[in-house]
């Protein structure tokens, strides 16, 4: 019997230098401490602009300032690569793709155009992506109902901001009570554009003004649709949430003022640009205004790096 007892005791001490040795191993594992530094390493965030104009670049800002209000500093908790296609809608659709194709835990998106290249790309991948600073997204075909907040992508959330096309209109007849033609160049492979188009129709209907429209293909066409609006005895013209028109718009209102015609938006940052006058939403607002859901989207993402942590996301309504 003592001497079973010696084995016994002799064998534990050999399991004992086992387990420990084999707890060192583990410790020291490479493999290991990677996979601790993947879990503490910021999330990836694409934020993808369409074009540099003075209101996005505004929603841009207005963004990350409501992320970093939420806790989610760029280049602390967030490492965000920033895209942006300058116009040009070939180039939103390459960088939609190599985004959604990319190890990103987050896509942020700003305007219309690239909300639908990246919504496109984005069906099977399914990486999560929060959009702002779009007039019409229940009308740009990705998939959410108007009528239903809930009816939407799962991984997709943000919300649209429509022109208030009447209020700008009804200003214009105050500053001219005899206001009847007014011209407007837009860009009809737009859907935030026709929203706002198709608003202004109404509108002006209501308030016995003629419409005048000249629709443009690019950027480049904006000063001759300028041009062929003067010549129409067009008495103001307006430019709505149209991206094409937003990146000429300098050349457009040097086109009016040299046939003596003011031009007025919906965009009040375009007052800086020579605008008689412009009436609209605070696009820093509005981009501030999407950090809630940016941070919601973002605690999923580290609710999936850590499992363990409880949720508190919530699903953001348009």
Not at 72 to 91: H, K, L, Q
Not at 141 to 150: C, K, L, N, V
Not at 189 to 208: F, H, I, W, Y
Not at 251 to 264: H, L, Q, R, T, Y
């Amino acid at each position: 019997m003592a001497g079973l007892l010696a084995l016994l005791r002799h064998l534990g001490v050999g399991i004992a230098l086992i387990i420990a040795a084999a707890a060192v191993l583990l410790w020291s594992d490479p493999r290991r401490h990677k996979k601790d530094e993947a879990q503490d390493a910021p999330l990836k965030v694409a934020l993808v602009n369409y074009v540099s104009v003075p209101v996005l670049e505004d929603g841009e800002a207005g963004m990350v300032a409501g992320l970093a209000e939420a806790g989610f500093v760029d280049g602390r908790r967030i490492e965000i690569t920033r895209y942006n296609a300058e116009g040009d809608r070939s180039t939103a659709i390459l960088i939609a793709k190599e985004v959604v194709g990319r190890d990103f835990d987050l896509v942020l998106t700003l305007s219309t155009p690239v909300l639908q290249a990246v919504a496109n790309a984005n069906t099977e991948t399914k990486q999560t992506h929060v959009f702002t600073l779009t007039t019409d997204p229940w009308g740009a075909g990705i998939g959410i109902s108007r009528d239903d907040p809930a009816q939407h992508p799962p991984y997709m959330t943000g919300h649209g901001t429509l022109q208030p096309v009447e209020a700008v209109f009804q200003l214009a007849r105050q500053a001219n009570p005899k206001l009847k033609r007014v011209g407007v160049a837009w860009n009809p492979a737009e859907s935030n554009s026709e929203a706002s188009t198709l608003m202004a129709r109404s509108v002006c209907k209501d308030m016995g003004i003629e419409l005048v429209e000249v629709t443009v293909e690019s950027s480049s066409g904006v000063v001759e649709a300028a041009k062929a609006l003067v010549t129409r005895d067009v008495q103001a013209i307006w430019a709505g949430g149209d991206s094409t028109v937003a990146t000429a718009l300098d050349a457009m209102v040097a086109a009016a003022k040299d046939g003596g015609i003011p031009v007025f938006t919906n965009m009040p940052s375009d007052v800086k640009q020579g605008v008689l006058f412009s009436t609209g939403a605070d696009y820093y607002e509005v981009g501030r205004a999407s950090g809630p859901a940016g941070r919601q989207s973002t605690e999923r993402c580290v609710n999936r790096r850590h499992p363990r942590r409880k949720s508190r996301a919530r699903t953001t309504g348009y």
